[in-house]
C-alpha cells in the first residue's frame, strides 16, 4: 500500500485545548499538501477555516466532545452550529452513561436523531471503545447501524487507550452493510496504518500521519 493510499483515508486530526491558529493553519496546509480524507478540528476553528479555504478542504469537526454526556438537544444544536459554520463531516461522542445502564434504544434514538440533523453530512459516532465490554460494543454495532450514522469511530484519543485491531474485526463483524469505520488513537507506525486499513477501517484519525508515513513511531492523537 503506498503512502498516497493510505494518506487519502486519514483525518488530519488537531483536537487539543491548546490549539493555536498557526498550528491549525499549518495542518490545513498539511492536509491540501498530502490530500487527506479531511482535516478534524475544534468546532471554535471551522468557520474561520471555511473562510480561510473554501471548498479546498473537507473539514471534520466533534460533537459531544470528548465525554459524550452532553443532552441530545445540546448535541443536535452544535451540530447544527457546526454545519452553519462549514463543517462537512461530524464525529459525536456517545453517552457512555446510556450505554452502561444498557439503554441502547435511547442511543439508536439520539443517533437517529443526530442522523437527521446531519443530513447528507457524513456523521460517525465514537463508541470509545476502551470503556467497553465485547458486548457492549456489539450492541452499539446495532445502535449506530439502526440509527442511521455514516460510520462508527473507536475512540476519541482522549480516554485511556485508542483503537485496537482485534475491535476492527469485532465492528466489522457486527455492523450493516452500509456502516463504515473509523479508528483512532493506537495507530503508532506506518504498519498500523496499512494493516487498521487492510483489516477494514475506512478512516484512521491520525495527528501524527507525516512522521508515521517517514517511518517514525508515535501515538495517533
Not at 496546509?29 to 480524507?37: K, Y
Not at 466532545?65 to 452544535?78: D, H, I, M, Q, S
Not at 440533523?117 to 457524513?122: E, S
Request: negative net charge; charged residues 25%; hydrophobic residues 35%.
Amino acid at each position: 500500500m503506498t503512502n498516497h493510499q493510505i494518506i487519502t483515508h486519514i483525518d488530519h486530526t488537531l483536537l487539543t485545548a491548546v490549539s493555536s491558529w498557526e498550528e491549525i493553519q499549518a495542518l490545513c496546509e498539511e492536509a491540501l499538501a498530502h490530500h487527506t480524507a479531511s482535516v478534524c478540528v475544534p468546532p471554535s476553528y471551522i468557520r474561520r477555516i471555511a473562510d480561510t479555504y473554501g471548498k479546498e478542504l473537507t473539514i471534520c469537526t466533534v460533537v459531544g466532545f470528548p465525554l459524550g454526556y452532553n443532552t441530545t438537544a445540546v448535541k443536535r444544536f452544535e451540530m447544527e452550529q457546526a454545519i452553519e459554520d462549514g463543517a462537512d463531516e461530524l464525529d459525536v461522542v456517545v453517552n457512555l452513561g446510556d450505554v452502561k445502564n444498557g439503554d441502547f434504544q435511547k442511543i439508536t434514538e439520539e443517533i437517529r436523531t443526530l442522523k437527521e440533523a446531519a443530513g447528507n453530512h457524513i456523521m460517525k459516532v465514537i463508541v470509545e471503545t476502551c470503556y467497553l465490554t465485547e458486548e457492549e460494543k456489539v450492541q452499539l454495532c446495532r445502535c449506530v447501524t439502526e440509527g442511521g450514522a455514516d460510520y462508527i469511530k473507536t475512540s476519541t484519543g482522549f480516554g485511556t487507550a485508542g483503537a485496537k485491531i482485534e475491535d476492527i474485526r469485532l465492528l466489522k463483524k457486527h455492523i450493516g452493510p452500509k456502516v463504515k469505520i473509523k479508528a483512532a488513537g493506537g495507530v503508532k507506525t506506518r504498519e498500523d496504518l496499512e494493516l487498521f486499513l487492510k483489516e477494514g477501517c475506512d478512516r484512521i484519525g491520525s495527528s501524527s500521519v507525516l512522521k508515521l508515513l517517514n517511518g517514525e513511531s508515535e501515538g495517533a492523537y
